[in-house]
């Protein structure tokens, strides 16, 4: 579920005097990801809940993913889903190598049973970016 800060501004017009004020609400969401544009290649940036560091990959934006190495991705930064999965390789606490492999779908990190991370087969959500 998305977090969303309310920021209440109220006015009190000058012609209404006396009475209560009237207020509008203004709503930004936090985005999930975030997408750079590098020498002309489109970056999709994201992390994964439990993780230390973000994760980045190449993504098409427009165009064919023929002989690109790049992920198509559904173009929301709020519920990102791309394909195809996303395999990364990172040293944990006690130092050793280990992976994390899944699928992104909705802004959901859907790991896979080939995970040596602990997150075999667990559902993580991403973490807004800041």
Not at 11 to 21: D, E, N, T, Y
Not at 35 to 49: A, C, H, I, K, M
Not at 93 to 108: A, C, F, P, R, T
Request: net charge neutral; proline share 5%.
């Amino acid at each position: 579920m998305s977090k969303i800060n309310e920021e209440i501004s109220c006015f009190l017009p000058q012609f209404f005097v006396g009475s209560s004020a009237f207020c509008k609400t203004k709503q930004s969401l936090k985005m999930k990801s975030k997408l750079e544009n590098r020498n002309g290649v489109d970056y999709l940036s994201f992390t994964p809940q439990g993780m230390r560091f973000p994760t980045t990959i190449p993504v098409i934006t427009k165009g064919s993913r023929d002989d690109t190495n790049a992920w198509t991705w559904n173009g929301s930064l709020e519920k990102p889903t791309v394909r195809p999965s996303v395999r990364t390789q990172y040293a944990n606490e006690k130092g050793e190598s280990v992976i994390i492999h899944y699928w992104l779908n909705d802004g959901i990190c859907q790991c896979l049973l080939d995970c040596t991370d602990g997150n075999a087969n667990t559902n993580l959500p991403l973490i807004d970016v800041g």
